[in-house]
């Protein structure tokens, strides 16, 4: 018998991963060559290169996502980002059964796992590196984006949840910021940090509360969002950005997603030249007021509370054991800034 995944090291799980991994690529219709872990955060992810050369990439989800029907989802909208509005994002590949998803469980691992096989999307990451030009590219494209999810019809069926959940990993439900869950976050707080830290957020979430229903929901506000645009899923080949890892897409304002562009970059040391060129791309193809931009703050803080909640949750495992409490203490400085401002 063995060892539950949990007991394993790092290593090892990643060994035992990498065997359900090959056995996921039955269901495809390519003869496989070879199977290599990429960066493993959330997500298992693998680089699949075939006989004939070809390159994949292979995503098996989280336990956590349970449900076909929001992975699916997610896929559909990657073919039509693809198909109709030629957008540089990942290309699903259909397996054998002419299915998006594929279900496969295992005896070395408990329940059922959900996979996606993606075309490659070739291209190298940039940080420190980045220039306005870049950044005006990635904020064209996140415009481009909106503007396929304005206008497209999603199919019947079609389920994603809402980004701007207090708990934004738990990825099954929406708690709409709620006073239960608003309750829970504060609670959060105060069990790893002060009482005054714990109403400092109790402010923040009032504020960010009141700035949603502002807005509210209507089609020139909210909409499809990828969610995560940050410099970790945008890549730079020939010139060309793209933009990878839709698993966190959802329901949300569209300045959500400008927000977590520039909330990633807040340390870069061309923030302001960044941010400029990154909104002046963004006005390239779809028009943003300097009215509704002042809202970004508002979004900034909100990604910065759904980080802090996330690595409390996530604080006794790697990667997040070494840096959650650094993390935290300059979240909350963060959020302070924010509410006195």
């Not at 960066?39 to 004939?52: E, L, P």
């Not at 995503?59 to 029907?69: A, D």
């Not at 504020?207 to 730079?236: M, T």
């Not at 960044?274 to 002046?280: Q, V």
């Amino acid at each position: 018998m063995q060892k539950p995944i949990s007991t394993l090291s790092e290593h090892g799980q990643v060994r035992r991963m990498s065997c359900l991994a090959r056995k996921v690529l039955d269901a495809y219709p390519m003869p496989v060559a070879s199977v290599s872990p990429l960066k493993q955060v959330y997500n298992k992810n693998f680089r699949i290169t075939t006989q004939s050369g070809e390159l994949y990439m292979l995503r098996i989800c989280h336990p956590r996502r349970t449900s076909v029907e929001p992975v699916q989802s997610e896929l559909i909208w990657l073919a039509a980002l693809n198909h109709e509005a030629n957008l540089p994002v990942p290309e699903p590949v259909l397996n054998k059964e002419m299915q998006y998803v594929t279900v496969v469980d295992s005896a070395d691992l408990p329940g059922f796992h959900l996979s996606a096989l993606f075309h490659w999307t070739a291209g190298r990451f940039l940080y420190r590196s980045l220039l306005p030009s870049h950044l005006f590219q990635v904020g064209e494209l996140t415009a481009r984006l909106h503007h396929h999810s304005t206008n497209w019809k999603r199919p019947a069926g079609f389920i994603r949840r809402r980004v701007d959940n207090l708990f934004c990993m738990r990825q099954e439900h929406d708690d709409n910021f709620n006073e239960a869950v608003a309750a829970q976050a504060v609670q959060a707080i105060a069990n790893v940090n002060t009482q005054q830290d714990a109403r400092l957020v109790e402010t923040v979430i009032r504020k960010v509360w009141a700035v949603l229903q502002r807005l509210g929901e209507g089609p020139e506000n909210f909409g499809l969002i990828h969610a995560d645009v940050h410099q970790s899923n945008y890549l730079f080949n020939q010139g060309r950005v793209g933009l990878i890892d839709f698993d966190d897409c959802g329901y949300g304002h569209w300045l959500y997603d400008l927000a977590v562009t520039l909330y990633c970059l807040q340390d870069h040391p061309n923030f302001a030249n960044l941010r400029e060129a990154f909104l002046a791309g963004y006005r390239q193809s779809r028009p943003l007021s300097l009215e509704y931009e002042r809202y970004l703050g508002t979004f900034i803080a909100l990604r910065t509370l759904q980080d802090m909640l996330w690595e409390i949750e996530e604080r006794n495992r790697p990667p997040f054991s070494d840096k959650w409490h650094i993390h935290m203490v300059n979240g909350l400085q963060s959020l302070h800034d924010f509410v006195n401002q």
